[in-house]
């Protein structure tokens, strides 16, 4: 085989993994696997031998759509994740949530430790703390539930929800995995038929290539899957400030003197 | 008969002289009657075991009646002129706005209660000194042309087992 050759069929490999990946029967299959309970793409990435068959090639399913963007919000006004079990006949959207709550406690301690429980006993954790601060991550079905039990811990000052639908970005990636790792087994078999030092640092070179790319895509498909699977909760704690509020003083002044100052700075002759 | 002229028709400086006479007279007459009215009616609480009421001649006015515990529990009656009439629900909105708007309170609770014949609203609030966390317990009461308001404080950490002493106690408010 000459070198030419090889180029040549190094270029006809690659545009038929292209070609192929697109198709709508693969797509549909695809869709079957995310409504069968949430894609578990460890178990694609886990297997990579040259019959792999994801589950693409597993599942005959009708055509399915992608729904609009469900994420969210809610008739309350409030974005939540989809349920697992929603909407059966549609694709998955597959979103991560991220919120930032700053909120207003007297017991600052207490309250940053009922947070911390509450996260926990989600089947969260802490990501980052600090004397007023914390970053938690909650599975994702859990953060409606999280944030709720946040709301309890004293007033909301502000509140930001926001979902970023990586859908297509997964779904891109998986599709061009399964190519490379297609690409690459061909590339191995070649290397085997390989009858000179030329083709076969040529065919080297290749794999090396493709592999490094196949690991940047694991490890991008790896990330996405634990942002989708857990979402992010910043939440910051303030305490109440008296004196800032801008309402008219009414006429009485004893009703200044209320409160836990006057009651223990009563003085006794 | 300049003397006799002298008294019939004065200096004005000692016209001066009695009119500022009158009206400290005066004066002294309306605090007095002021201090009747308060203390006429005194309301108190029946003190609970491991609290000391201070005695009365120790307290400022408005303060009728207060009590401490030797952990930092007290219990205070004030009784405060309520010239402009407001209801129980005035007052006790008033007081709550003040505590939440202004020094920073957080409302936990508030029911109607009764105690001395009269019905009034309890709430609950937590508030802190300083970085010490405390439980407030308000009871607002008006009474003819007065508003009553039974306080207590307690340390949040001690609160649960204080807190039945402490209802206790403001329902106990009755007068001597």
């Known amino acids: ?269 | 008969m300049p003397a006799f002229a002298s008294l019939s028709v004065p200096s004005p400086s000692t016209a001066d002289d009695h009119r500022a006479a009158r009206l400290v007279i005066v004066f002294f007459a309306i605090a007095f009657a002021a201090g009747l009215s308060a203390c006429s009616s005194r309301a108190v609480l029946t003190t609970p075991n491991g609290f000391v009421s201070l005695p009365e001649d120790s307290l400022y006015t408005p303060v009728c009646y207060k009590a401490v515990s030797a952990d930092d529990v007290v219990l205070l009656v004030r009784r405060q002129r309520d010239q402009a009439k407001g209801n129980v629900d005035f007052w006790s909105e008033a007081i709550t706005r003040e505590l939440l708007e202004r020094q920073g309170y957080e409302l936990l609770a508030s029911r109607d209660v009764s105690a001395g014949g009269l019905s009034g609203k309890l709430s609950s609030f937590r508030g802190a000194i300083g970085n010490r966390v405390f439980r407030y317990e308000l009871a607002v009461f008006v009474q003819d042309s007065d508003v009553l308001t039974v306080e207590a404080g307690s340390p949040e950490d001690s609160y649960e087992s204080n807190a039945p002493v402490i209802q206790s106690a403001i329902e106990s408010l009755h007068f001597e």
């Open chain 1, 1 to 269: 085989m000459t070198r030419t050759q090889l180029l040549l069929f190094v270029c006809s490999l690659q545009l038929t993994a292209c070609g192929g990946a697109m198709s709508a029967m693969k797509v549909s299959g695809m869709a079957e696997s995310y409504r069968e309970g949430g894609y578990d793409s460890d178990s694609y990435l886990r297997n990579e031998s040259a019959d792999f068959q994801g589950p693409l090639e597993k599942k005959q399913a009708a055509p399915a759509t992608l729904e609009p963007i469900e994420t969210a919000l809610a008739e309350d006004g409030e974005a939540q994740p989809v349920a697992d079990d929603a909407k059966p006949t549609t694709l998955r959207r597959m979103v991560i949530y991220t919120a930032h709550v700053t909120m207003s406690v007297v017991d600052l301690p207490k309250a940053m430790s009922q947070a911390s429980t509450a996260g926990e006993a989600l089947g969260g954790w802490i990501q980052a703390s600090s004397t007023d601060s914390l970053v938690l991550r909650v599975p994702a079905e859990r953060f409606r539930d999280f944030l709720a039990s946040v709301r309890e811990l004293g007033t909301v000052v502000d509140e930001d929800i926001v979902g970023q639908d990586v859908t297509e970005e997964f779904l891109d990636l998986e599709i061009r995995l399964r190519n490379a790792l297609a690409l690459r087994d061909r590339f191995e078999a070649l290397l085997v038929k390989a009858n000179s030092v030329a083709d076969t640092l040529a065919i080297e070179t290749e794999l090396a290539r493709i592999t490094t790319q196949i690991e940047q895509m694991k490890g991008r498909l790896r990330y996405l899957q634990q942002q989708i699977a857990f979402s992010t909760v910043h939440l910051n704690f303030t305490q109440p400030q008296g004196s800032k509020s801008t309402r008219i003083r009414l006429p009485f002044s004893w009703l200044s003197a209320m409160g836990l100052h006057g009651l223990y700075q009563v003085e006794v002759r």
